[in-house]
């Protein structure tokens, strides 16, 4: 049986106090997945502007020339090619920047939580674990886009059959099977992507193939689900929520300087995005631990 949650989440925290150098690194990795999507930015806001100042230049007395020109340059078939390409790329590359994290950080923080001798975990598992767990991370890829495909079109049958019924024609059968459908439209995703989580994780740490993560993890899921849920929620919660609170405290606190020039308020904006970067790290790290200990410890253990 895997542990419980407090269990894991005591494992987890207990491998990020030991381990705590990860949070330079894990800060880093964040930085970079974030700034490999700014050149989709900077290009789209280049051409957008270039588009309204040429439109301008060519009808000087027009008041709308700019923005005519803005509009058609951000829908024109080549500018959405380019930008989406560059974003997609920024994406794909931060994607495998991520399995590449996950092959080294993974492996140290379950020695970390099993408290076995300091080992150079880091380095083999990039070196020699990163194949495994990125042929991993795309099957999960996989699994997760099934799961959507299954959720939007549970979601679109249940609201035909919705609007159907509004004309009278519902019965207490119907509304049962409809909130059926709603409910599996969310369980579902969520399910198999804990399990594709799992299934990394077990490809990281046990060195199994695709096939054999994913039957372990299922399993392991299978024997205790709530505990795989609550974590993925309470961590996924935290996730979105902290960053936001740093970001949130630190608006506040220099909003007494709102005057300021912009020049000064680039050293306080620059430490609060790098404060709510490092927090991320911090709670992506306390969940991997935990997920570390959920996929391969034992209950008390």
Known sequence: MPPTFGAALGLGLSALRREAWL????????????????????????????????????????PGAAIAGAVATATSPRFLALVVGLWLAGALCGAALRVVWLAGALPTLAGAAAREPRAPR?????????????????????????AGLFAVTLAIAALRITLQAAGGHGSAALAFAVAAALTLAIAVPLALSVVADAAVARAALRA?????????????????????????MVFGFI??????????????????????????????????????????????????????????ADAGD
């Open 122 to 146: 880091f380095a083999a598992g990039v070196a020699y674990g990163t194949p495994r767990v990125l042929a991993t991370a795309l099957l999960g890829l996989v699994l997760d886009l099934a």
């Open 208 to 232: 199994e193939g695709p096939g054999s993560a994913f039957a372990s993890a299922a399993r392991r899921f299978l024997a205790r689900p709530g505990t795989f849920v609550l974590a993925a």
């Open 239 to 296: 996730a979105s929520l902290a960053p936001a609170t740093v970001e949130a405290f630190g608006g506040a606190a220099t909003g007494f300087v709102r005057d300021a020039p912009a020049l000064v308020l680039a050293g306080p904006n620059l430490m609060l995005a790098v404060a709510a970067a490092g927090v991320a790290a911090a709670v992506d790290l306390a969940w991997l631990g935990s997920l570390a200990a959920l996929v391969c």
């Open 23 to 62: 949070l330079a690194p894990g800060l880093v990795v964040a930085i970079a997945r974030r700034a490999l999507t700014w050149p989709a930015l900077v290009v789209a806001w280049t051409l957008v502007v270039r588009g309204a100042l040429l439109a301008l230049s060519h009808r000087p007395l027009d």
